[in-house]
């Protein structure tokens, strides 16, 4: 990412990564709480599930204080285990420790987790002394009836009495802690199947969190794992290149792994070329990125100032490349930005006002940023703009679009209806006539161009 907190760098890495985040949702301080989300169920032996690592996420937020808000729980987000004992559809392909943890809000006074380290509850750290080491002065113990907690379940407390028999007289196993860390680890990385007519899985995991909090014990609270995958990962982009491909899970395969051979050659973009650098600070191709007024949430826009564009001389072989890097940069952030990772969409707008229809729209580097836009981002267009065109030349215009497939062109708008416009993408009429133009516009909505400029 350019912006890094204070920090820009001129290289563009491209922002999706297939590695998860983890959050684990504490039910210490309230054991009767409710998560305070609506949660989806993938146990439906479909094919678009084949990616999905549990059987349940998280498919929209309640309203109010909850517990998913206080500890930053998102739309996308799946559960993979309950209480160290995992729900997932196959193994993890990271380790937990390897992961970076956003859980927000956590309660370290009341979490009380064993993690294999001396950790104890509460957060605190490992004990200064180890209980072989030290004496033990405890008199009238009952050996057999005492039991401990142990972060997870309660046990019953063996002690060796010299004679290598446990208390009650029964054996016990001595595993070192590197085995217990082992052994929770691949609790907790459980694969869990279920009849492929779906439902079972889905089922044992609501009846574990019923279980675990109708005991409404605070020793042994309820503790949710989920793990938060990027927008293009195959978690969330698998269903997205099926849908292209009208379900067939070959093609559609050879389309998603064509997707990531792409994305391997074509970032990082290094945006400091000056040709780049100068279509940039033209905004030549921009954004226009605004809450929309309508309750419907409108996707953001990807700007291409066409008149800007064909002065520049568009048709050329290398500034096409930098219009399809800056378009790729624009696309990739503001699908970054999200609110629901499983279907992100943005819009695109090509603005040709100033544009000579008499001599010919140059179709070209549209040709180009479709070559690109349709293998790699199937399924994110919400609708394509163009405008201003007037009514006689919409069916030319129509023809030099033929190059794009029938499922996408349903999409496109063709007009000189300023009012349709403002309807179909959610911007404020109004201020676009203040502004004096669609250009104006998109530099009062300019919010991350700017991080893309160096001089």
């Given at each position: 990412?350019?912006?890094?907190?204070?920090?820009?760098?001129?290289?563009?890495?491209?922002?999706?990564?297939?590695?998860?985040?983890?959050?684990?949702?504490?039910?210490?301080s309230?054991?009767?709480?409710s998560?305070?989300?609506?949660?989806?169920?993938?146990?439906?032996?479909?094919?678009?599930?084949?990616f999905?690592?549990?059987?349940?996420?998280v498919?929209?937020?309640?309203?109010?204080?909850?517990?998913?808000?206080?500890?930053?729980?998102?739309?996308?987000d799946?559960?993979?285990?309950?209480?160290?004992?995992?729900?997932?559809?196959?193994?993890?392909?990271?380790?937990?420790?390897?992961?970076?943890d956003?859980?927000?809000?956590?309660?370290?006074?009341?979490?009380?987790?064993?993690?294999?380290?001396?950790?104890?509850?509460?957060?605190?750290?490992?004990?200064?002394?180890?209980?072989?080491n030290?004496?033990?002065?405890?008199?009238?113990?009952?050996?057999?009836?005492?039991?401990?907690?142990?972060?997870?379940?309660?046990?019953?407390?063996?002690?060796?009495?010299?004679?290598?028999?446990?208390?009650?007289?029964?054996g016990?196993?001595m595993?070192?802690?590197?085995?217990?860390?082992?052994r929770?680890?691949?609790?907790?990385?459980?694969?869990?199947?279920?009849?492929?007519?779906?439902g079972?899985?889905?089922?044992?995991?609501?009846a574990?969190?019923?279980?675990i909090?109708?005991?409404?014990?605070?020793?042994n609270?309820?503790?949710?794992s989920?793990?938060?995958?990027?927008?293009?990962s195959?978690v969330?982009?698998?269903?997205?290149?099926?849908?292209?491909?009208?379900g067939?899970?070959?093609?559609?395969?050879t389309?998603?792994?064509?997707h990531?051979?792409?994305?391997?050659?074509?970032?990082?973009?290094?945006?400091?070329?000056?040709?780049?650098?100068?279509?940039?600070?033209?905004?030549?191709?921009?954004?226009?990125?605004?809450?929309?007024?309508?309750?419907e949430?409108?996707?953001?826009v990807?700007?291409?100032?066409?008149?800007k564009?064909?002065?520049?001389g568009?048709?050329?072989?290398?500034?096409?490349?930098?219009v399809?890097?800056?378009?790729?940069?624009?696309?990739e952030?503001?699908?970054?930005?999200?609110?629901?990772?499983?279907?992100?969409?943005t819009?695109?707008?090509?603005?040709?006002?100033?544009?000579?229809?008499?001599?010919?729209l140059?179709?070209?580097v549209l040709?180009?940023?479709?070559?690109t836009?349709?293998?790699?981002?199937?399924?994110?267009?919400?609708?394509?703009?163009?405008?201003?065109?007037?009514?006689?030349?919409?069916r030319?215009?129509n023809?030099?679009?033929s190059?794009?497939?029938?499922?996408?062109?349903k999409?496109?708008?063709?007009t000189?209806?300023?009012?349709?416009?403002?309807?179909?993408?959610?911007?404020?009429?109004?201020?676009?006539?203040?502004?004096?133009?669609?250009?104006?516009?998109?530099?009062?909505?300019?919010?991350?161009?700017?991080?893309?400029?160096?001089?």
């Amino acid at each position: 990412m350019t912006d890094n907190g204070n920090h820009r760098t001129p290289i563009f890495e491209g922002l999706s990564l297939e590695e998860p985040s983890i959050l684990t949702i504490s039910f210490a301080s309230d054991p009767t709480a409710s998560l305070g989300v609506k949660l989806c169920n993938h146990d439906n032996g479909l094919t678009n599930e084949m990616f999905l690592p549990g059987y349940a996420s998280v498919g929209g937020m309640l309203d109010g204080e909850t517990l998913a808000r206080k500890h930053g729980v998102k739309v996308g987000d799946y559960i993979v285990a309950v209480n160290g004992e995992g729900f997932r559809r196959f193994p993890p392909d990271f380790q937990d420790e390897n992961l970076k943890d956003i859980t927000e809000g956590l309660d370290l006074i009341n979490l009380s987790v064993e993690n294999g380290n001396g950790k104890a509850a509460g957060g605190q750290g490992p004990p200064d002394f180890q209980d072989e080491n030290l004496k033990d002065i405890t008199e009238g113990l009952d050996l057999i009836n005492l039991s401990v907690e142990n972060g997870n379940n309660a046990a019953n407390l063996t002690v060796e009495n010299g004679n290598g028999k446990a208390a009650g007289g029964q054996g016990e196993e001595m595993i070192t802690d590197k085995e217990k860390e082992q052994r929770e680890r691949d609790l907790k990385g459980r694969v869990v199947t279920g009849k492929k007519s779906g439902g079972e899985v889905y089922e044992k995991l609501l009846a574990k969190i019923r279980e675990i909090k109708t005991t409404k014990s605070p020793a042994n609270p309820l503790l949710i794992s989920l793990e938060r995958y990027m927008w293009d990962s195959r978690v969330h982009s698998w269903s997205r290149f099926l849908s292209a491909r009208n379900g067939n899970v070959p093609e559609a395969m050879t389309l998603i792994q064509g997707h990531e051979r792409w994305r391997n050659e074509f970032f990082p973009i290094d945006l400091t070329e000056p040709s780049l650098q100068k279509l940039l600070k033209a905004h030549a191709v921009s954004e226009i990125d605004i809450e929309s007024e309508e309750e419907e949430e409108k996707a953001p826009v990807v700007y291409i100032d066409f008149a800007k564009l064909q002065a520049m001389g568009v048709e050329s072989d290398s500034l096409s490349i930098d219009v399809v890097k800056a378009f790729v940069v624009y696309t990739e952030t503001l699908l970054s930005k999200s609110s629901d990772p499983r279907g992100p969409k943005t819009s695109q707008f090509v603005d040709l006002t100033g544009v000579s229809f008499k001599q010919g729209l140059q179709p070209g580097v549209l040709k180009k940023l479709y070559a690109t836009f349709e293998p790699n981002y199937p399924e994110t267009l919400e609708k394509m703009v163009l405008y201003p065109v007037p009514k006689i030349m919409v069916r030319v215009v129509n023809a030099m679009l033929s190059f794009v497939n029938e499922h996408t062109r349903k999409k496109f708008i063709i007009t000189d209806d300023l009012v349709l416009v403002c309807k179909e993408l959610g911007w404020n009429l109004k201020e676009i006539e203040t502004c004096g133009s669609v250009n104006g516009y998109m530099k009062k909505h300019l919010k991350h161009g700017l991080s893309f400029v160096f001089d």
